[in-house]
């Protein structure tokens, strides 16, 4: 009798581990938990938190799958050219994705490089901010004759809103709001950066899209974020350049006919 008891507990304790292994048996198939853990992955790597109750319903999921696959094979489904042409196409996606995961994780961004490039970036950017108006027309004789206007009292933003061609400032009284310099053409850029607070050009300033009359309202330093700020999305940038880099290189090695 002890015999067949110590039979029976070594038997269940070999047993044990084999189901544990699964998370179901559909038809005699088992289903292995290694697949709620790859599901789980895909699932983080959409961005959405894993709850146990999610687990739950993952679990169920793989079931359902299961069961649904085994049908497929019966009407002979995965043995058609359209199905391996599609498992092909997802084989290589999964391959790709993990070659880059891997590059990445081999090549990751560094503080010194996110730092350099902030900088680039500050250098570029830094400077002054000019919140500007300004009135476009197509002629200068059309120009000339508003500065007149202007000059013995008429109102700059009213003068915008009836003849300036430009719809997105004239409806506001030719109000361009912050911007630095760079963000205009050449010609409007040298006019607007030569005058003080408060001045208006004394010429109509003429580029591709017309004659202008220029006002700066006020000047102030360039307001820019911090490194801190930026740290995430300047990473990502980076990290993305590199990644491009290398598939640039994996490309011009490969003998393509």
């Not at 739950?56 to 696959?69: S, T």
């Not at 996110?114 to 970036?121: L, Q, R, S, T």
């Amino acid at each position: 009798m002890k015999k067949t008891l110590l039979s029976v507990a070594l038997l269940a304790a070999v047993s044990l581990p084999a189901w544990a292994q699964n998370i179901a048996v559909v038809n005699g198939k088992p289903v292995p938990s290694s697949r709620v853990e790859a599901l789980k992955q895909q699932v983080e790597r959409s961005g959405r938190p894993v709850t146990p109750e999610m687990m739950g319903q993952i679990k169920e999921e793989l079931i359902a799958r299961e069961v649904f696959m085994q049908e497929a094979r019966k009407r002979g489904l995965d043995a058609t050219e359209d199905y391996k042409n599609q498992i092909e196409l997802a084989r290589q996606s999964i391959l790709i994705r993990e070659l880059f995961a891997d590059f990445q994780k081999k090549n990751p961004v560094t503080d010194a490089e996110i730092k350099a490039e902030y900088d680039k970036f500050v250098a570029a950017n830094g400077g002054k901010e000019y919140h500007a108006r300004h009135i476009l027309v197509e002629k200068e004789d059309e120009a000339l004759a508003l500065i007149a206007q202007i000059k013995k009292g008429g109102n700059f933003e009213e003068l915008a809103k009836k003849a300036s061609k430009d719809p997105g400032s004239g409806a506001n009284g030719g109000d361009l709001d912050w911007a630095n310099a760079g963000s205009y053409v050449p010609e409007f850029s040298a006019a607007m950066t030569k005058l003080d607070k408060g001045q208006m050009t004394e010429t109509p300033v003429k580029t591709q899209f017309g004659f202008h009359i220029i006002r700066v309202d006020d000047v102030r330093d360039t307001k820019l974020p911090a490194l801190e700020e930026v740290k995430p999305q300047v990473s990502q940038q980076l990290q993305q350049q590199k990644i491009a880099k290398y598939q640039e290189t994996l490309r011009a090695k490969a003998k393509i006919q």
